[in-house]
């Protein structure tokens, strides 16, 4: 029988322990690739208040906070308004709009629809090759 040297032996646990540790750095799934939660659903509470009035009713076991907002819901009313008193003269200027038809987003790019022609730039926009940018070019008159 052969003996291996000690130099060997070393080398050959410090080549074994490398390959355990690389092995942990993957992600071929088990432990490593569970779910995660999503970060973009994630949403602050309202932070606890005494009320001033003790005399108040407790809350139903599971019904929802009345002054609780969803994240989409608090993204809606910063982008549209929510529900803010409308002037006269918006109101006015909805009324006047009327509904629109129920298939419009759809018939908006229809080749009958008609536009206003707003120049040969918008054409040459519009006429555009699809693609991701990388080969656009900038050219500046004069």
Sequence with gaps: MRKISVTKTGAIVTL???AALLAGCGSSGGLLGRARPDE?????????VVPPDFALTPPRPGAPRPNDTT??????DALFGG???RSEIEKN???????PAPGIRSGVGDAQ??????GQL???IVAAP????????AVIPG
């Design 122 to 124: 918008t054409r040459d």
């Design 16 to 18: 074994v322990s490398a």
């Design 71 to 76: 994240a989409s819901q608090q993204s809606l």
């Design 93 to 99: 200027t909805v009324s006047k709009a009327g509904t």
């Design 130 to 137: 699809q693609g991701d940018g990388r080969e656009a070019q």
């Design 40 to 48: 973009f659903a994630v949403q602050r509470q309202a932070p606890l």
């Design 83 to 85: 529900s803010a008193p």
């Design 113 to 118: 629809t008609n536009t206003v022609a707003k």
